[in-house]
């Protein structure tokens, strides 16, 4: 999409939710006015007609659909999340949503080798048993040589596979379609059932949508050789819950969790305690540099809204189509 003029699509006044993020867009642009929403109470100084743009909070599982209802001339929806599963649903067809992409990537990146490592070097265990005053020496499969399938070719997916490089591992990549990029051969999902076959370790990487829920299945995970290990960074519902949990209660593969469906994981749910299995309560983006991050991508999107440009990161156009 090319850069479009701003009298066609006026965007001059935003909402954002945090005093922080308001005090980080000053000075603002000429023309351009920020006020602060956090989508629970009031915005402040604005009525709702005003409003052209919000930014939603950070990850707090709120339902702001009600909200955003009071906002008739919404044109864009700016969400501080990679992922933008749930968001379409909000808002009408003539809202743009734009996504986070790139501010989480190299945090989700370091969440995915650490869980990778975590698991083949055994550290779980480890930690069992220094708090059991236990000493063992086991030896664990580690990372080198082993072959991983990496289901994901986007931002984050790029930064996981040049993490992976160094570890001198077998490396497979898996997109929506079939290709070669600057990386080399990326692979289908329609093969994902017979690279599964060969994999280790498998890391989940891609968006959820219609096309990727349940895309790691009951068949997928039956593939898999024994004593695999999977690995979930992107987003719970991409993995067949149930299918999963049956592999990994029984003993048959492990499992190193970032993400999970339903979120949050119930207390009672066998997973918890299932050896082989690591659970992390949704950390994977939320580093000390998410904040520095998300600042300079809206300092830059609220400057490219000045000036007329189409914002950064649309997954869904409205008025920029």
């Known amino acids: 999409m090319a850069d479009i003029d701003s009298r066609k699509v006026p965007v ?163 997109g929506s379609t079939a290709r070669t990029d600057d990386d080399g051969a990326v692979h289908g999902t329609g093969e994902l059932a017979d690279l599964a076959a060969r994999a280790e370790i498998l890391v989940v990487i891609t968006p959820l949508n219609e096309q990727t829920r349940h895309l790691i299945d009951a068949r997928v995970l039956a593939a898999l050789p024994d004593g695999a290990l999977v690995v979930n960074v992107a987003r719970g519902a991409v993995v067949d819950s149930e299918a999963l949990t049956k592999e990994v209660v029984s003993g048959r593969l492990r499992a190193a969790l ?27 983006g939320n580093t000390a540099a998410f904040e520095p991050r998300i600042k300079a991508l809206l300092r830059e999107q609220v400057a490219r809204l000045a000036a007329g440009k189409e914002p950064l990161n649309l997954v869904r156009p409205g008025p920029w189509a």
Do not use: C, K
């Open 12 to 174: 001059h006044t935003l909402t954002v939710p945090t005093p922080e993020l308001l005090e980080a867009l000053q000075p603002l642009p000429e023309g351009m006015n920020a006020v602060l929403w956090d989508l629970i109470g009031e915005p402040e100084g604005v009525a709702y007609e005003a409003i052209d743009a919000v930014v939603l909070p950070y990850a707090n599982g709120a339902d702001y659909g009600d909200a955003l209802d009071r906002v008739p001339n919404l044109l864009l929806l700016q969400a501080q999340s990679t992922g933008y599963d749930g968001l379409p649903e909000l808002v009408g067809e003539q809202t743009a949503i734009a996504s986070a992409a790139g501010v989480h990537a190299a945090a989700t990146a370091e969440m995915a080798l650490t869980l990778v490592l975590a698991a083949q070097r055994g550290i779980d265990t480890a930690l069992s048993a220094q708090h059991e005053g236990r000493w063992e020496a086991v030896r664990y499969p580690g990372l080198a040589d082993r072959r991983v399938l990496l289901v994901g070719v986007g931002g984050i997916g790029r930064e996981i596979a040049a993490r992976l490089r160094p570890f001198d591992v077998e490396l497979t990549r898996v």
């Open 258 to 284: 970032d993400v999970f469906d339903p979120e949050p994981l119930p207390a009672g749910h066998p997973l918890r305690q299932a050896p082989g299995a690591i659970i992390t309560p949704h950390w994977g």
